[in-house]
């Protein structure tokens, strides 16, 4: 391969450390929090409500609850949608391991079922086949900010009795047919953690259009407490009742003054991330060795993660390598996902031992997700195209 002089630039300039995702927080993120910070409330104040109507609306969703993260959120999912001691729930191996644990939390099982070879979404197929007589819900993942074929699970589970709960911690404005995520489901779940589209710090966030759902959140996030405004003029403005257990899982006001300022600046970040995702999949197409994601028809992905796969059959060395040459490079690749049921304390409960799921496996072999993230500049995305295709290149049988 031809290197030019802008390219030997490029290779040198390796001093920085390129993050597979970051958070951009601006000046006027911090003047927001700021003005919480001198304000009278830093817990639940005005900013909570501000926030969960605002980001309602941009999902155009009627209900918006947050949570202290978006694993307490799916754990307030779980528990609106009634899951049981006994109950099963079915999800994807291939998502961070929250996905699974909060089925956990409730005392039910998680069933895996395995992806599709293309979106490495829940394979709606392989989700009929692992219903049983206890199956209670069905968590897709909206894998690296792509729509799980959400309409063919609607339909199984419809035949089936079953709740959705779409785990859309990487698809926040992300589009099924034209639709945004988080008003198509049930349940839908989104995080706030510094990776995700907008920050709060920690923070997570369910949308339901279900008002009953959307009380059963409110009251499992602050202890299991209602207050009923019925009882409370007949009993007096000191009057509560636990009627379930909950949890603390608030989110603060500080959290929800970053998370307005943040929401402002959503469209922007997700047209950035668009871009990004846009210029690594031209380039990398044409470069053998690696194999860029799909986007299959009608669906506008948000990209939270650009997982490139690794087409090791034409390469020398193996992941592991690649991703040590990267990281030598101060590319800092990550690996999405180790598959669920392979970590140990889900082989030691449930007997797990590989093999099981082999899609989600063999993609677990071959995946390094690259840096995206919308402060990203140009050059660094220039930068990690040059370095991978050096490092393929040379690494080609
Ligand atoms: C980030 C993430 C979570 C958990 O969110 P936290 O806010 O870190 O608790 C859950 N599921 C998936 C798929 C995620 O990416």
């Given at each position: 391969m031809i290197v030019s002089p802008l390219d030997t630039a490029l290779m040198n300039k390796n001093t920085k450390y390129i993050p597979y995702g970051r958070q951009w927080i601006d000046e006027d993120d911090i003047a927001e929090v700021i003005k919480v910070l001198r304000?009278?409330?830093?817990?639940?104040?005005?900013k909570v409500a501000e926030f969960e109507e605002a980001f309602a609306n941009y999902l155009e969703v009627k209900y918006a609850v947050s949570f202290s993260s978006g694993t307490a959120a799916l754990h307030g999912a779980v528990f609106s949608a009634g899951l049981e001691p006994g109950d099963e729930a079915i999800t994807t191996p291939?998502?961070?391991?929250a996905t699974a644990n909060c089925i956990l939390y409730q005392g039910g099982t998680p069933v895996f079922a395995d992806v599709c070879p293309d979106t490495l979404n829940l394979n709606p197929e392989e989700v009929s086949r692992r219903i049983t007589s206890k199956t209670k819900l069905v968590l897709p993942v909206d894998y690296a900010g792509h729509p799980a074929d959400l309409e063919a699970i609607q339909k199984i589970a419809d035949a089936h009795g079953l709740i959705v709960i779409e785990d859309a911690c990487h698809s926040l404005g992300a589009e099924y047919r034209n639709i945004k995520v988080g008003g198509i489901c049930r349940l839908n779940v989104f995080s706030f953690h510094?990776?995700?589209?907008?920050?709060?710090g920690e923070g997570g966030m369910v949308t339901t259009n279900d008002s009953d759902l959307a009380r059963r959140l409110r009251i499992f996030r602050n202890h299991g407490i209602d207050r009923d405004t019925q009882q409370r003029k007949t009993e007096g403005d000191w009057f509560y009742q636990m009627i379930t257990l909950g949890y603390n899982y608030r989110l603060t006001d500080i959290g929800c003054a970053l998370g307005l300022s943040q929401l402002q600046k959503l469209n922007a970040n997700l047209e950035r991330r668009r871009e990004i995702a846009g210029i690594y999949t031209s380039v990398f197409r044409q470069l053998p060795g690696v194999i860029v994601p799909i986007v299959r028809e009608n669906i506008n992905p948000a990209w939270h993660l650009y997982p490139l796969r690794l087409d090791l059959d034409q390469l020398q060395i193996g992941r592991a390598e690649i991703f040590r040459k990267l990281h030598g490079k101060n590319i800092g690749v990550n690996v999405h996902y180790i598959p669920v049921h392979l970590h140990p304390y889900y082989r030691q409960r449930f007997g797990y031992r590989g093999g099981e799921y082999p899609i989600a496996e063999a993609a677990y072999g071959q995946l390094i997700s690259l840096p995206i993230f919308p402060k990203m500049g140009d050059d660094d995305v220039k930068y990690v195209i040059k370095t991978v295709q050096n490092i393929i290149s040379a690494s080609r049988k």
């Open positions: 304000s009278d409330y830093i817990t639940t104040g005005p291939l998502t961070f391991c510094p990776v995700k589209h907008i920050t709060t």
